[in-house]
């Protein structure tokens, strides 16, 4: 039941070029920037990322982005990311938009067991009609859009509405970062820290958390926990220096 390996390095050692992975995060906050340090030391390419955001030029999710090593994303924002932009619209990178909520939920249903689900967001836009650009050529050519998905109309309170069926989401590998975390795997997320963080540890078939603070099994009071261990197959316990590297995207102040 000890799940515990000695390093991010040999957590995500079987992670292999092609792979797909979702990311907890939102913005930079709760990000696993040490397992993406090691994904990023270890080498593997044409990844497929599921994630709220691509981080930013030189931390987070950006640092695999400006190696070359994301081959498609999916994800619910990225204005924070130049390089992104600049792969993206040169037909470096393929990308899928996705709907925040959408997108949470696919991850949801992904480590639900749920196949697929319809919800009213994207109804009557090209969400639903198909045609999104998802790959551009170097000259700026569509050259692969999203598909049209299957409608429905459900009565509602508000009279009958369109809604969309989005299908779930599961990812080889799961990536997260947790506060307090056990053996068993365990986790308890602190604050905004908590975001996709559960959903990306849900939709993986294979969950790697790292932990800020590793405690035994017992210790954690069960009506703290987000995530149950039955979710996580290896923790990884950071150091303090590890644990307090944190960034945001954008500081701001005010005078006293």
């Not at 958390?209 to 995530?227: I, K, M, N, R, S």
């Not at 950071?238 to 102040?253: H, S, Y």
Request: net charge negative; proline share 4%; glycine share 12%.
């Amino acid at each position: 039941m000890d799940k515990t390996v000695e390093s991010a390095a040999e957590a995500v050692a079987d992670i292999a070029s092609g792979s797909t992975i979702a990311v907890g995060g939102f913005g930079l906050s709760g990000i696993p920037s040490v397992l993406i340090g090691a994904l990023l030391d270890h080498g593997a390419d044409e990844i497929e990322a599921v994630s709220n955001n691509a981080g930013v030029d030189d931390w987070g999710l950006g640092l695999l982005l400006k190696a070359g090593r994301l081959r498609r994303m999916v994800a619910s924002y990225v204005g924070e990311n130049k390089e992104f932009a600049r792969q993206y619209l040169s037909g470096e990178l393929e990308v899928e938009l996705t709907p925040q909520g959408t997108l949470a939920e696919r991850m949801r249903a992904g480590g639900s067991g749920i196949a697929a689900f319809y919800t009213v967001t994207g109804g009557g836009t090209q969400v639903a009609d198909g045609g999104l650009p998802w790959r551009y050529d170097a000259e700026g050519n569509v050259v692969l859009a999203s598909p049209p998905k299957d409608t429905r109309t459900f009565e509602t309170a508000d009279g009958p509405k369109e809604f969309v069926l989005e299908e779930a989401i599961v990812a080889d590998f799961g990536l997260v970062r947790a506060w307090k975390g056990d053996r068993h795997g365990t986790l308890v997320y602190r604050r905004s820290a908590r975001n996709f963080n559960p959903l990306a540890a849900m939709c993986g078939r294979t969950t790697i958390a790292e932990v800020e603070h590793l405690v035994e099994p017992g210790e954690l009071d069960p009506d703290h926990v987000h995530t149950p261990g039955v979710f996580v197959q290896r923790v990884v316990e950071l150091t303090p220096e590890q644990a307090a590297d944190k960034r945001i995207e954008k500081r701001t102040v005010r005078s006293r």
